[in-house]
């Protein structure tokens, strides 16, 4: 093979094969955020034409408090039709009303997942730390672009990555 030596296939399959890993992380921690998102909420029907949340026995939460800061909106239902329902001890053991909060799904503002995005970020800097060495170590040119082209790819992502993880902050 023109140039290209075992030792380059074998320093690119891991640099590939961390990213892969990153993006499976990515996917399974975006999985893990939905389900848990949706856990609390099984039953529960949210019209967003009305903001509220309607409960199994089709009674009705009601927003409460937001925060626009954390995009989050705390919805409860009355204490005194909480109480007074059949299906109290399966849905809540409070006093003052089921509670359901709400937060926007396109910001990464629980720390888990930010933690899985640092992960993931921190393979794929890895993966292009190992191909930039190999630039400067592989003497052949078209080993070098393909390197380079798999750095490129592997940049444009942590971009992408790391734009969701350090969103914007917009005065307001």
């Known amino acids: 093979m023109h140039g290209i030596s075992i030792e380059f296939v074998l320093y690119l399959g891991y640099a590939v094969f961390l990213a892969v890993i990153a993006l499976l992380l990515e996917l ?15 039953g529960f029907t949210y019209h967003p034409d009305r903001d509220v949340w309607q ?10 408090f937001s925060d626009a800061v954390k995009k989050k ?13 059949p299906s109290k001890a399966a849905c809540t053991d ?15 503002q629980y720390g888990m997942q930010r933690f899985h995005r640092a ?3 921190t393979l794929l800097a890895l993966a292009a730390l190992i191909l930039a060495v190999e630039v400067y170590r592989t003497p ?24 969701a993880l350090f969103p914007e902050r917009r005065p307001g």
């Open 55 to 64: 409960c199994p026995q089709d009674k009705h939460l009601f927003p409460v």
């Open 140 to 163: 052949s040119f078209y080993p070098r672009v393909i390197l380079i082209v798999f750095l490129f790819l592997f940049g444009l992502l942590g971009t992408h990555l790391s734009g």
């Open 28 to 42: 399974v921690a975006g999985h893990a955020s939905r389900r848990s998102a949706t856990i609390s909420t099984v």
């Open 119 to 121: 992960v993931s970020l």
């Open 94 to 108: 409070s006093n003052n009303g089921r509670t359901i909060e709400r937060t926007s799904v396109e910001s990464l």
């Open 73 to 85: 909106v705390t919805y409860r239902a009355p204490a005194e039709i909480c109480n007074a329902c």
